[in-house]
């Protein structure tokens, strides 16, 4: 995984690394020192420090325009560095020629590839470029090295076809055979998952995440998908348009409201948990009092979230799924520390939530020994004639139309 | 002898190799159309040496080639002005369609092409001031001078194009800013001729509507080096045209360095064009129909394939437009770029028709 992360220039990545800034090692197969990417000499961010071991995937993630386009045509030469080096292999890039770099960094890019009249086999062939001799003839290793790549990107039922009819994950595959065939150390890929289903987009990220395992191909991409890059990537780089905002392994991006405050989300969150983006909680006083636990009120949550109907739910216990979700999404929750059973203080809290609620909906069709004092609360809120549902659906008669 | 054999072996294989890579059924209909384009090269070449105002059959052309009877009319017809026009059809067709190949690769246009762009007008615009000048001051101009006034007014045009390519992204827009310069050429070029009525400018009205009459062996043994040295090194750019078909980036990444590249492609296609306007005038549609045709003909897209069968192509297609513009209306010729516009004019509206219905 990733061996040595120097210290990244602005706030902190979590903890901290002993081997900073100290450098050369035999096995980085990619690094970048003082970097700073822009155009026309303008730098746009500064001080990329990174160091990658052979077989890591990076994610880049930040908002649309943030610079990771950028720092991707930096790494593949496409842009010159305004400052400072990448090195691949301990050769700096800025002193090797174009043809020794294609042996080494192979690019996948989104924007549609429009070529004419060419088969896949033929858009594959092109990755032994840097390989043939003047006329780009392919003699029989180039040959053994397309068909390999097609087969591990199961493409090859694909090479008699026209690359312009095929569909899009089908044309991502290929292209990344095409990137394979070049036999490069480090892939670079710009939001390969753009325009994918999910399903392709899946496939694409486990076969990525397979050749940077088992043939140690440094992957080096920027991602849309949060939840994606938090679950893919051995090394998240988030970058906001000015700088480096954070680095380091996910599970020290996705903590608390990191994702939040970086992406400057204000009308919901990022649920580093489910991996998921949330709406906040509905303004206002709660509506409907909803009695949930053991994941049961995720459902009602939502569909309350999408009605825009303020809610408190109770009594829950933390660390339970519904507690969980439920703190982004209610107004109002009453809890209890996970394992305990149901105070009388908090049995009271939520009877007065509830008195105030026009509605009930109850979740749970029985109750257990931890939980056995929210069957208490149903049976009250029963007995002092409230309306209790057992399903959201049925609330638009209580609520009647909502302005 | 076995070093020539296995040199020829050698070009064989690496032809078929090329294509083998997707197939047997590709090479074959390759190896078909290449036939085809041949034989069809060799009959228009035949016919026009035989067919004219004056008809000779193909039997007596042994004779009249090899035989001493030099003073003979057939004998004069054939050597002083059917064979010299004929490998000026064939050589300046099969640069020209090359030309409109690099351009719509440069341009990543498929209706880029010599004459839409205003390059050969910008040509035709340099060498009619230079003969204007030069047969003024009571000289006649030589054919380097003619080449060399035409490469200069088709980099300018192509310049003027490049700029304002880069300062709107749109194909369309392209082909309009190529027009207009073609237009401005064309009228300053007519400005030129019609103030200038010495009677050696009188021929050049014929030659600023496109046309091979008129070629002389001197003609021919400028041209030829000239357009079989650049088409030659057209097909040394084969890998990397290749590579830049999947765009910049790609070409890029696979090693290619564009700066240089693009540099060749449009020192390669100016020069090609320019040659053909200084002898031939400008010469409408070939550039953009013949690479179509082509791709058509041969299903792919592969530069190895694609040139020299574009230049092939060329070839065929100005040897019939030629003979069309001499016999159709004979004794009086119609302009060359009338045929080849007839020609050339319907294909490419199939080629918009068929990339809007895929798009």
Redesign the interface.
């Known amino acids: 995984m990733v061996r040595s992360l120097t210290a990244p220039p602005v706030a902190s990545t979590g903890p901290s690394d002993p081997d900073h800034g100290s450098g050369a090692d035999a096995t980085a197969a990619f690094r970048a020192t003082q970097l700073s990417v822009g155009y026309d000499g303008h730098p746009l961010i500064d001080d990329i420090d990174l160091d990658l071991e052979p077989g890591t995937v990076l994610a880049l993630i930040g908002p649309n325009g943030a610079g990771k386009s950028t720092i991707l045509k930096t790494i593949?030469?496409?842009l010159a560095a305004i400052h400072g080096a990448i090195h691949i292999d301990q050769r700096c890039v800025a002193d090797m020629?174009?043809?020794?770099?294609?042996?080494k960094?192979?690019?996948v890019?989104t924007?549609g590839?429009k070529?004419?009249?060419?088969?896949c086999?033929?858009?594959v062939?092109?990755?032994r470029?840097?390989h043939?001799g003047?006329?780009?003839?392919?003699g029989p290793e180039d040959?053994a090295q397309?068909r390999q790549a097609m087969d591990l990107l199961h493409a090859w039922e694909l090479?008699?076809r026209d690359f312009?009819q095929i569909s899009d994950g089908q044309k991502q595959r290929v292209l990344i055979a095409r990137a394979l065939a070049?036999e490069p150390q480090i892939i670079v890929l710009d939001e390969p998952t753009a325009y994918l289903d999910v399903r392709y987009k899946l496939e694409l990220l486990a076969i990525l995440r397979q050749m940077a395992k088992r043939r140690g191909i440094t992957v080096i991409m920027s991602l849309h998908e949060l939840d994606m890059a938090q679950k893919i990537a051995d090394l998240v780089v988030v970058v906001d348009g000015k700088s480096v905002v954070a680095q380091g392994p996910p599970s020290t991006i996705f903590r608390g409201g990191r994702i939040d405050q970086i992406f400057g989300l204000t009308d919901g969150s990022y649920d580093p948990l489910f991996g998921s983006l949330e709406f906040g909680a509905p303004v206002g006083d709660p509506e409907v009092f909803v009695i949930a636990g053991g994941g049961s009120g995720i459902a009602t949550y939502r569909a309350l979230q999408q009605r825009a109907v303020p809610f408190a739910t109770g009594v829950l216990h933390e660390a339970d799924l519904d507690h969980h979700l439920a703190m982004r999404l209610a107004s109002r929750v009453i809890a209890e520390p996970a394992f305990e059973p149901i105070s009388d203080a908090s049995l009271d809290q939520a009877r007065q939530s509830m008195a105030t609620c026009r509605a009930v909906i109850c979740c749970l069709d029985q109750f257990g020994t931890i939980n056995a004092r929210n069957q208490e609360l149903l049976d009250e809120a029963r007995s002092a004639g409230q309306t209790v549902l057992t399903d959201v659906s049925q609330l638009d008669q209580v609520l009647g139309t909502r302005a | 002898m076995r070093g020539a054999d296995s040199a020829v072996g050698l070009a064989t294989t690496?032809l078929i190799?090329?294509s083998l890579?997707?197939?047997d059924r590709r090479t074959r209909r390759h190896v078909a159309c290449f036939i085809l384009l041949g034989l069809a090269l060799i009959v228009l070449i035949g016919l026009n040496v035989a067919v004219g105002s004056v008809a000779i059959p193909l039997t007596d052309l042994p004779g009249l080639l090899f035989g001493g009877d030099t003073g003979s009319t057939a004998t004069q017809i054939v050597w002083s002005i059917r064979l010299p026009r004929l490998v000026a059809a064939l050589v300046l067709g099969g640069g020209l369609a090359l030309s409109g190949f690099l351009l719509q690769t440069f341009f990543n246009n498929?209706i880029a092409g010599p004459f839409v762009l205003g390059i050969s007008s910008g040509a035709k615009l340099m060498v009619s001031i230079l003969m204007v000048l030069v047969a003024g001051a009571g000289h006649s101009v030589n054919s380097a001078a003619m080449i060399a006034a035409a490469f200069v007014g088709a980099l300018a045009s192509m310049g003027l194009v490049m700029v304002l390519a880069s300062k709107v992204e749109s194909m369309a827009m392209l082909i309009v800013a190529g027009v207009m310069i073609g237009y401005i050429c064309s009228a300053i070029t007519d400005f030129i001729i019609t103030f200038a009525s010495d009677a050696s400018i009188a021929n050049l009205h014929n030659w600023s509507m496109g046309s091979f009459s008129g070629t002389s062996w001197a003609n021919v043994q400028i041209m030829t080096p000239v357009m079989l040295v650049a088409s030659v090194l057209v097909f040394?750019l084969?890998?990397p045209i290749?590579?830049y078909?999947?765009?910049e980036?790609?070409a890029?990444?696979?090693?290619?360095?564009i700066r240089l590249f693009r540099v060749a492609l449009v020192l390669l296609s100016s020069l090609l064009a320019a040659c053909v306007t200084a002898f031939a005038g400008p010469v409408s549609f070939v550039g953009i129909a013949v690479p179509h045709l082509i791709?058509w003909l041969f299903?792919?897209?592969?530069p190895?394939i694609v040139i020299p069968a574009c230049f092939l192509g060329g070839a065929v297609f100005c040897l019939g437009c030629d003979l069309i513009a001499r016999t159709a209306f004979a004794p009086t010729e119609i302009n060359l770029s009338s045929v080849t516009a007839v020609f050339g004019a319907p294909i490419v509206i199939i080629i918009m028709l068929r990339r809007r219905r895929?798009a």
Do not use: C, E, W
Request: charged content about 25%; proline content about 4%; cysteine-free.
């Open positions: 593949a030469k496409y020629t174009n043809r020794d770099l294609a042996r960094v192979a690019v890019l924007d590839l070529p004419d009249l060419m088969t086999y033929d858009i062939a092109t990755g470029y840097p043939t003047r006329f780009g003839v392919l040959r397309v090479r008699d312009g070049q | 690496s190799d090329a890579d997707v197939g498929p040394f084969a890998k290749g590579a078909q999947l765009g980036h790609y890029h990444n696979m090693g290619v360095n791709r299903r792919t897209a592969k190895l895929r």
